[in-house]
């Protein structure tokens, strides 16, 4: 009885907590969680330890919004934070759009029911020299509808090479996407050589599509060797089977031309070269919103649009209203290639090391007044979003030592801070990469190191300042 008498009231701690900027049916819901906790436990902390201990979940909550950060990590398109940005036009559109009415499915010429993306289809069509295009919610969606459609008869198995059997990040590995889909796999060839002849005797009564995976994050080297899409093709055709590409990355441009090293597959070319149907992704290298683009042969797509299970992945007006926008800066540009405000992914890529420097030099100059040590240093920055593993992009980050804690505590400390800056450690050193920091962030970036770097910055849960 008194063990549960010494529990401290909701009331009393609510009030011990003071004001909190979070809703309050979810501060409750917390605080009598916690508070429950309590009841089972065998020994009461005293009240500051409970407040205390209630104020660090409610940070952390509060923290697990989705929120603007900082991305100082020099990998461009961050699957954990949020892959491409999105560049002003885009972001208008958004606005726009959102906050308007729209035409989604109204034909604005007859002023009856319209069409659901019809021009943005389109506009994906040319900028991939297909015939047709669609739009679901991202590649995988894109994957899964193109392996249930042309597996839900008696053909089920899919063809592919053991050497693209990959996993891209987190949670989506081919094998178990075909799985999921009620496809057969039906893998040729070996880990690093696998040849059209290995293709060819695998294609039976029971084969439904011959599929290939871009190898998005990785690189083979040595002794390889895989079929060539152009001979892949021919098989295809002669066994009249959809031939389909998973390209992923989905660069429309020229990745050698803007600083990356290696040449990205562009749709267009997979195109070209034979295959029947492409899926890519809207948010890596095209750097629009998180879409999934299929793109190749008019039949294919009208068929893989009339799919019910196509209803289930369709996207919304404001996915479809940005990537239109997108699509459209790819076409209105000279050489294909945006400017680099326009499209911020493949305009960090393309960002000089000279500009980098400069905006380097000043900020370290910048924080001269402060308990810190500053050095320019030389960063290796990367496209990510399991992109270009090859292309290492020269780059410049700002490193800092402070003085009076440790660097791991500055690296949380910014971490925690309004916006949030996220940086790396290296070296016993805490390091931004400037290629991944917009320069109008500049300034930000000099007063959260600042605020990080007061004596009086809450030390985070957990560590000692
Ligand atoms: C990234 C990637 C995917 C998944 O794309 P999402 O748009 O994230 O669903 C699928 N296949 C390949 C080859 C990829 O690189």
């Known amino acids: 009885m008194n063990r549960l008498r010494a529990i401290p009231s909701v009331e009393r701690i609510l009030q011990a907590l003071g004001p909190v900027a979070l809703p309050r049916p979810i501060l409750l819901h917390v605080v009598r969680r916690e508070l429950g906790k309590l009841r089972r436990a065998r020994n009461i902390p005293a009240f500051e330890a409970v407040v205390s201990g209630l104020n660090t979940t409610l940070q952390n909550l509060r923290r697990s919004r989705i929120q603007p950060v900082i991305n100082g990590t020099g990998v461009i398109l961050h699957t954990n934070l949020g892959r491409a940005p999105l560049g002003p036009a885009v972001v208008d559109t958004l606005g726009a759009i959102a906050a308007n009415y ?3 499915e109204f034909d604005l010429t007859s002023g009856e029911r319209g ?10 069509a ?22 249930r459609h042309f597996t839900s008869g008696p053909r089920k198995a899919v063809v592919i090479s053991r050497g693209e059997l ?19 796999l039906r ?17 039976g009564s029971g084969t439904a599509l011959i599929l290939k995976v871009h190898r998005s994050n990785f690189f083979l080297g040595g002794f390889v060797e895989s079929a060539a899409t152009t001979d892949l093709a021919v098989l295809a055709r002669k066994h009249r089977l959809p031939f389909v590409e998973d390209l992923g990355s989905g660069a429309v441009m020229a990745t050698e031309k803007v600083g990356a090293l290696e040449h990205e ?4 070319e997979i195109l070209r070269e034979g295959v029947d149907l492409v899926c890519f992704s809207g948010d890596k290298l095209l750097g629009g919103p998180q879409a999934g683009i299929i793109a190749g042969k008019n039949r294919w797509v009208e068929r893989l649009k009339r799919e019910p299970f196509f209803r289930a992945l369709r996207c919304d007006k404001l996915i479809l209203a940005a990537l239109q926008t997108t699509v459209d800066l790819y076409l209105e540009s000279a050489a294909g290639i945006p400017p680099a405000a326009a499209v911020p992914a493949t305009g960090l890529i393309q960002t000089s090391l000279p500009d980098l420097r400069a905006r380097a030099d000043r900020l370290a ?10 050095v320019v240093g030389q960063g290796k920055a990367r496209v990510g979003g399991g992109t270009l593993p090859r292309s290492i992009l020269p780059s410049v980050t700002l490193d800092l030592q402070p003085l009076h804690f440790p660097v791991s505590e ?5 971490r925690h801070g309004d916006p949030p800056v996220i940086g790396f450690l290296a070296a016993r050193r805490l390091r931004l990469d400037l290629r991944t920091i917009f320069s109008t962030q500049d300034a930000l970036v000099v007063r959260q190191v600042r605020v990080a770097l007061e004596p009086t910055a809450s030390a985070s849960p957990g560590s000692r300042a």
């Open 102 to 104: 729209n035409n989604l």
């Open 115 to 124: 069409g659901r993306a019809g021009y943005v289809e389109q506009s994906l």
């Open 126 to 147: 040319v900028l991939c020299g297909a015939e047709a295009a669609a739009v679901a919610n991202n590649c995988a969606a894109a994957l899964v509808l193109i392996l």
């Open 166 to 184: 990959v996993q891209i990040g987190g949670g989506f590995r081919i094998p178990e996407i075909l799985e999921a889909s009620g496809a057969v």
């Open 187 to 203: 893998e040729v060839g070996t880990t690093n050589r696998t040849t059209v002849a290995d293709y060819q005797r695998a294609i």
């Open 265 to 268: 597959p562009t749709p267009a």
């Open 365 to 374: 100059d910048a924080l001269t007044d402060l308990p810190v040590r500053v």
């Open 410 to 414: 500055l690296l949380v400390r910014l």
